[in-house]
C-alpha cells in the first residue's frame, strides 16, 4: 500500500518535470526564432517628390467693359469714328493653352429696335499682326447685326473645336479690333434708340479636347 502511493508520488513528480521541461524547450525555440529573424538583412528605396499641380486656363480682357459706346449716333456714324477699330487684348494668364470663342447679346428695353440695324465689325489687326486697329484693314472675323437672342460672332462656344475659334497659349495674348456702324439708311423710327451690347469671351481648354 506504502510502496503504491510513494509509486503514483514519484510518477506525478516526474510528469510534472517532463511539463516543465517542454515548457522551457518551446519558450527557447521561441526566443530562438525571434533572434533568427532579427538577423536577417534588409534594405527599402524610397521615391519621393513626385508632385502634381494642374494646369490653368484664364481669360481676360482689356479693356474689360465699355469697349464701344456713343450717345448721340447718326446714320452714317460709326464708333470709333473714321477708320480706326477700338482694339481690345484678349489675354490668357493661365498655364495651359486655351481655346475661346466671342459671342454677343444686345438689349432692346425701349422697343425701338436699334439692335436690328448697328452693324458690329470684329477684324483681326492691321496686317493680321500686332496690336494695332489704326486702320481696321485686318481680316474680317464678324460683320453683321447682334440681335437680342444673341449671335457667335468669332468661332462657337460650343465645346471643342469649331470653325473661327482662337487659341492662346499659356501666358500669351492677342488684339481684335472692335467696331460698331450705323448706316446712313438708317430711318426716323430709330432716332433717339438705346441698345446695349455684352461681349462674352468663352475660354475652354484644349488638352484632350
Ligand atoms: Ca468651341
Keep these: 500500500m506504502?510502496?503504491?502511493?510513494?509509486?503514483?508520488?514519484?510518477?506525478?513528480g516526474r510528469r510534472r518535470r517532463l511539463a516543465g521541461l517542454v515548457v522551457i524547450g518551446l519558450a527557447a525555440m521561441t526566443i530562438g526564432a525571434a533572434s533568427l529573424s532579427l538577423a536577417l538583412f534588409t534594405s527599402a528605396a524610397t521615391v519621393n517628390g513626385n508632385s502634381f499641380t494642374t494646369g490653368t486656363v484664364v481669360i481676360g480682357t482689356n479693356p474689360a467693359t465699355a469697349l464701344l459706346s456713343a450717345t448721340a449716333l447718326?446714320?452714317?456714324?460709326?464708333?470709333?469714328s473714321g477708320t480706326p477699330g477700338a482694339p481690345i487684348t484678349v489675354s490668357n494668364t493661365g498655364t495651359a493653352q486655351l481655346r475661346y470663342a466671342i459671342s454677343g447679346t444686345s438689349t432692346d428695353a425701349d422697343n425701338l429696335h436699334?439692335?436690328?440695324?448697328?452693324?458690329?465689325?470684329?477684324?483681326q489687326p492691321d496686317g493680321n499682326t500686332g496690336s494695332s486697329c489704326t486702320a481696321m484693314t485686318g481680316n474680317v472675323l464678324f460683320n453683321g447685326v447682334v440681335p437680342t437672342a444673341g449671335v457667335n460672332m468669332v468661332g462657337d462656344p460650343t465645346q471643342g473645336f469649331q470653325t473661327g475659334d482662337r487659341t492662346l497659349g499659356g501666358g500669351t495674348s492677342e488684339t481684335l479690333c472692335f467696331k460698331a456702324s450705323l448706316p446712313i439708311g438708317t430711318g426716323n423710327a430709330f432716332q433717339g434708340a438705346t441698345s446695349d451690347y455684352t461681349f462674352t469671351f468663352s475660354a475652354e481648354q484644349t488638352a484632350n479636347n
Design 74 to 80: 447718326m446714320p452714317g456714324d460709326s464708333v470709333p
Design 2 to 12: 506504502n510502496s503504491g502511493h510513494t509509486t503514483q508520488r514519484a510518477e506525478r
Design 114 to 123: 436699334l439692335n436690328t440695324q448697328l452693324v458690329l465689325t470684329v477684324r
